[in-house]
């Protein structure tokens, strides 16, 4: 297994006392609850700092795959090729499950429409899908004068774009001409301003000013929550994950150990999301 890139930094005068820096990175969904773990983390440890950053699942992937992080955020499962990549690499990559998600569908608080089918969302985002404009659907948007169906998506380098594609599309691949965000707060900003749009990311990321239908037929139709996230009855819920190149020792072991431990998992809890285990918060 490579050497993990975990780093040794002085402070203090005269740099007689030392910092460990763990490097973490990857997906968008995950990097505000990392940030949020990194900060209380270096409260309770404060000779342990941890530098989170994004850039999506599959560069977090990537970089814990070339030995350049120690943990990578995703919210996907690695792919069978990613994983010999690393272990051809000399890592062998584990898989921790942090918390769930529940994938929600955003439209702008004027769409007439409170439910959608999975079967609708691929006619939409699919490319064989035959939903182009919204009376397709059988509604008229207030301020969508085209009737225009404004598909907003994620790049292709984000779990969310995968986990999409493989819940809702299955084999087919995305419909093209969707407007792709780096981020998902950029999903639900262009959502909240565009009448004819629609849109998905984490739970998580919702405002007041975005409008989520519940999803799955009429006569089981869930609404995007946490607790429908732990239950399983919410269709488009998912894992989310952190990896490490091999079994986590050290300060890396003991920070994820932390954030599978109630505290932790609060935290994630109070940021919207599902936690892996279950905990009482106070």
Not at 135 to 148: A, N
Not at 223 to 248: C, E, K, Q
Not at 258 to 278: F, H, K, N, R, V
């Amino acid at each position: 297994m490579t050497t993990l890139p975990v780093l040794l930094l002085t402070i203090g005068c005269g740099g007689s006392e030392g910092r460990t820096v763990i490097q973490n990175r990857g997906s968008d969904t995950l990097v505000n609850v990392a940030q949020a773990w990194a900060e209380r983390y270096g409260q309770i440890n404060p000779n342990v700092a941890v530098a989170v950053s994004g850039g999506g699942s599959g560069t977090g992937i990537s970089a814990m795959i070339n030995g350049t992080i120690d943990i990578a955020n995703a919210s996907r499962a690695m792919r069978d090729s990613e994983i010999e990549a690393a272990r051809a690499g000399g890592n062998d990559p584990i898989e921790h499950i942090v918390g769930f998600d529940a994938l929600a569908i955003f439209l702008h608080p004027d769409n007439p429409i409170s439910s959608i089918s999975i079967a609708q969302l691929a006619d939409i985002y699919g490319e064989n899908g035959m939903a182009e404009v919204w009376s397709d659907l059988g509604v008229s948007v207030p301020g969508c004068g085209s009737d225009e169906i404004v598909r907003v998506s994620r790049q292709n380098n984000s779990g969310t774009y995968a986990y999409f594609q493989e819940a809702v599309l299955g084999e087919s691949e995305f419909k093209l001409g969707s407007r792709d965000m780096n981020g998902s707060s950029e999903v639900v900003e262009l959502v909240e301003n565009t009448p004819c749009a629609i849109g998905y990311s984490g739970l998580a990321y919702a405002s007041e000013h975005v409008k989520m239908p519940c999803v799955g037929p009429e006569d089981a139709c869930v609404a995007p929550s946490v607790p429908a996230a732990i239950d399983g009855s919410y269709p488009i819920a998912r894992p989310l994950f952190m990896y490490t190149a091999g079994a986590p020792e050290g300060v890396v072991g003991e920070y994820m150990n932390w954030i599978l431990s109630d505290e932790g998992q609060c935290i994630i809890q109070d940021m919207g999301y599902a936690p892996a285990t279950p905990v009482t918060c106070g």
